[in-house]
T-cell receptor
């Protein structure tokens, strides 16, 4: 159980293109999803927290107009990198946390999307 | 100072060895502690989840938390080549608070 699917797994596109990444919880409803960015051999850096039906909360230094997040349903959140440039190339990972009365619910991660901007 | 510090390694051990992975944290509000395993080009996989100080064991893995010294550890017994991965410690405060990750330790287990 607790499977998170992320699509696409790898995308290469030209500078100036907008790229959409999908994150789906397959067997549970996720009221909260998180988007992370990871550079090679570095840890995960939280970009934003997405709650179903409300605006995402962005971490300091993350441009909300650059990284558009939509969490329209309890099983799907999307991250759109608008007008992507080479410096946006990175590994983007989402995670999801189920709604539950259990405060110990952990986050479950997708397998990431490798974004390469030429 | 980072809120969660982790020695990035790399750490290389022979098969069958006991592996010790460690993190320190500075935020006294952290109450929940996790260890994730991440294979190359994959997302992190939850290995251990602890709340209180003390030890928690799951198969070959033991997580240890010492809140008095703000120190968390993961021990891997009888290490296998399949354990070769990056191990990330993570902490959070409130039950639904965001995770703060360590840098990750790259582990290689040689046959």
């Amino acid at each position: 159980g607790a499977v998170v699917s992320q699509h696409p797994s790898w995308v290469i596109c030209k500078s100036g293109t907008s790229v959409k990444i999908e994150c789906r919880s397959l067997d549970f409803q996720a009221t909260t999803m998180f988007w992370y960015r990871q550079f090679p051999k570095q840890s995960l850096m939280l970009m934003a927290t997405s709650n179903e039906g409300s605006k995402a909360t962005y971490e300091q230094g993350v441009e909300k107009d650059k990284f558009l997040i939509n969490h329209a349903s309890l099983t799907l959140s999307t991250l759109t990198v608008t007008s992507a440039h080479p410096e946006d190339s990175s590994f983007y990972i989402c995670s999801a946390r189920a709604w539950s009365g259990d405060p110990n619910q952990p986050q479950h991660f997708g397998d990431g999307t490798r974004l390469s901007i030429l | 100072q980072k809120e969660v510090e982790q020695d990035p390694g790399p750490l290389s051990v022979p098969e069958g060895a006991i592996v010790s992975l460690n993190c320190t944290y500075s935020n006294s509000a952290f109450q929940y502690f996790m260890w994730y395993r991440q294979y190359s080009r994959k997302g992190p996989e939850l290995l251990m989840y602890t709340y209180s100080s003390g030890n928690k064991e799951d198969g070959r893995f033991t997580a240890q938390v010492d809140k008095s010294s703000k120190y968390i550890s993961l021990f891997i017994r009888d290490s296998q080549p399949s354990d070769s991965a990056t191990y990330l410690c993570a902490s959070r405060g409130t039950s639904y608070g965001k995770l703060t990750f360590g840098q990750g330790t790259i582990l290689t287990v040689h046959p």
